[in-house]
């Protein structure tokens, strides 16, 4: 791997055995918000940490939640005055899936999973010829792009390559870039976002190449995402653990 020295390696801490499963979905929401502040701040969007939330009074770059819940229980009131609720495509990002948004003219886009896998767990073998590898250059972020989605979205921008948070990771078959992720990094966990794998590559050989390289740039870290459908099934062969329900809402008027 082409993956280069992590200045968080040394100073991540152990993450206790959690005495619930909601321990996991916490750091795993936490992370998660960490990743949307991370990327709406590359398109001029400011999100705020508030105890119960994150939230962005603006509205997000398309498939980025507007509010992402960091605690059960958050009120709904505080939520909601605190995004773009008066023009159609605001989203919340339920963490608990223990909100009711629909008196708010909100309906659920998706139920979801999140996962958590413990570290040190064994990485599954990755297949052979397939180097995984930092993005570093604004060329490699647009190849990247292009074959996450066929470069249509303009969803990830240079800044996210200055991020000390937040590593985008491509696969290649020579030169060619068949998978990626991105890593980021928050507290003591290391989560995973837009997992993917072209020219016939299999989702179980893409989470064995990331897994792979997250190994060996954060040894220490337990990692965590969500996912639902097929995704989550692939997630779960791959050694995570499903460890709390989440839920999309979407106020389409």
Known sequence: MDLGTDE????????????????????????NAEWCDALCRTHGVRGEFGAAAWTAAERT????????????????????????????????????????????????LFD?????????????????????????????????????????SDLFRPGLLAD??????GGYAGDRLVAGAVATRSGAVVG?????????????AAWAGC???LAELFPTAPVV??????????ALRNGFDAVGPLRIWLRSA
């Not at 995973?192 to 179980?204: K, Y």
């Open 61 to 108: 770059p398309p498939f980025y939640p507007d509010a992402v819940t960091l605690t059960p229980g958050a009120p709904v009131r505080e939520v909601l005055t605190a995004v773009d609720t008066a023009t159609p495509g605001c989203t919340v990002k339920d963490s608990f899936a223990d909100l009711d948004l629909t008196g708010d003219g909100f309906e659920v």
């Open 211 to 213: 897994l792979g390289a």
């Open 225 to 234: 995402g969500y996912e639902h459908g097929d995704d989550l099934t692939a």
């Open 192 to 204: 995973v976002s837009n997992l993917f794998a072209v020219d016939g590559t299999e989702p179980d």
């Open 164 to 169: 000390p948070g937040t590593s985008v990771l």
């Open 8 to 31: 968080y390696e040394q100073a991540a801490p152990t993450v206790p055995v959690p005495s619930a499963h909601d321990v996991r979905a916490r750091e795993a929401a936490r992370n």
């Open 112 to 152: 979801a999973q999140w996962i958590h896998r413990p570290a040190g767990a064994p990485v599954p073998a990755a297949p052979e010829g397939v180097r995984w590898a930092r993005i570093r250059t604004e060329e490699e972020l647009a190849d990247w792009e292009r074959a996450w989605d066929g470069g249509v």
